[in-house]
């Protein structure tokens, strides 16, 4: 399993991890992202994304974290 950091907040990180080659997270999901809003000052809200595809995820990092390059990423 590989981890990224999408970005950096005050409390928590936005993460990506990556399923390793040749293998899948339970459920069957290739990536699966956490994120963290902002819910008061002494917590936030978090949030998990799961994609079985690739192109949906790519889309979605597209739209969401525009300096995130998914190209520095093996995706099997």
Request: aromatic content about 18%.
């Amino acid at each position: 399993m590989e981890t990224y950091i999408l970005k950096e907040n005050v409390l928590t990180d936005n993460l990506l991890f990556v399923a390793s080659e040749n293998k899948i997270f339970k459920g069957g999901y290739k990536a699966i992202i956490k994120e963290y809003f902002y819910q008061n000052q002494w917590g936030d809200r978090e949030e998990i994304k799961k994609f079985r595809k690739i192109d949906t995820l790519e889309k979605y990092l597209a739209k969401n974290y525009k300096d995130f390059e998914i190209e520095n990423i093996y995706i099997n």
